[in-house]
């Protein structure tokens, strides 16, 4: 009896230590799901869709606490890869967060007429503008998320939205409006 219950100790001691092991060496950082959702999302961190950033909303999302379809700088493509990617429906663009753009923009402000009260510095979630107090402001255009948050808080309506101009960097062939089927002889006795 005594030999049973001391091979049972030792049993559970063993087992004790590797299942400690196993918590240790296979622990999972965090909820695989929320980043893979904040992958998908497009890192503007510009907060249209109610957050403070991408990845708050991506934990909403993954808690269930907010719909995937409030995200105006993604837009319908990342709708639909979320939809995918979590097995539900796509739904249209919450009109409520803002308008989705097909043309990347970018912030301008016009410098003859800033007054440099640093509003547009604070709204700017990505910092992508730059000045000081009572001197007059500018836009990092490369780090510009195109985001509108800075427009409405500036008080003198110096800042614009602009498309960015294409460059050989940047652009890319447009999409023909239908696809190229070949003539071949078949198809030419067939018109």
């Known amino acids: 009896m005594l030999m049973a219950i001391l091979i ?4 559970a001691g063993l087992f004790g230590l590797l299942l400690g092991f196993a918590s240790i060496r296979f622990k999972v950082e965090g909820d695989p799901i929320v980043d893979q959702i904040d992958q998908l999302l497009p890192q503007t961190q510009c907060g249209q869709c109610g957050f403070p950033g991408c990845r708050p909303y ?3 999302i993954a808690s269930g606490e907010a719909d995937i379809n409030r995200c105006p700088p993604g837009g319908e493509t990342t709708v639909q890869a979320l939809a995918d990617l979590l097995g539900v429906e796509p739904k249209p663009l919450d009109a409520e967060a803002g308008e989705p753009s097909d043309i990347p923009m970018v912030a301008v402000i016009h410098e003859e007429y800033c007054i440099g009260c640093t509003l547009c510095i604070q709204a700017c979630p990505v910092d992508a503008i730059v000045g000081a107090p009572k001197q007059m402001h500018t836009v990092i255009a490369d780090e510009c998320t195109g985001c509108k948050l800075c427009v409405p808080a500036c008080p003198v309506d ?9 460059t050989p960097e940047n652009w890319t ?5 239908k696809p190229y089927i070949p ?3 078949e ?3 067939e018109q």
């Open 173 to 177: 062939w447009p999409f023909p409006d």
């Open 158 to 166: 110096t800042i614009t939205m602009e498309p960015i101009p294409p």
């Open 8 to 11: 049972v100790s030792v049993l």
């Open 58 to 60: 991506a934990e909403a």
């Open 183 to 185: 003539i071949t002889v």
């Open 187 to 189: 198809t030419a006795h």
